[in-house]
């Protein structure tokens, strides 16, 4: 059992991180989507591309605010599976 305990801290990691990492572009996208909703059946006007450019703008914004954080996030993520596949392997 002691050398499952580390693969599955790391498991378990990986899900918070991905989850971190998912959060910030899914909530744009869900509030952008929810205000274009709002207004399309406020206004009756059905227009496809009105819900997919707000949604794409918003997104792209949060992955230019925040896509030097997710990365790092990530870096050190692969930094500590890397250490713990040495420390594994010995």
């Given at each position: 059992?002691?050398?499952?305990?580390?693969?599955?801290?790391?498991?378990?990691?990986?899900?918070?991180?991905?989850?971190?990492?998912?959060?910030?572009?899914?909530?744009?996208?869900l509030a952008v989507g929810l205000v274009v909703g709002l207004i399309q059946a406020a206004t009756?006007?059905?227009?496809?591309?009105?819900?997919?450019?707000?949604?794409?703008?918003?997104?792209?914004?949060?992955?230019?605010l925040m896509g030097a954080s997710m990365m790092a996030l990530v870096g050190d993520f692969m930094q500590d599976i890397f250490t713990e596949i040495a420390r594994i392997g010995q």
């Open positions: 059992m002691d050398e499952l305990s580390p693969l599955l801290a790391l498991a378990d990691r990986m899900l918070w991180v991905t989850a971190l990492i998912a959060a910030p572009i899914l909530l744009a996208g009756s006007v059905n227009e496809q591309t009105l819900t997919f450019v707000p949604k794409l703008a918003a997104i792209a914004l949060v992955l230019v």
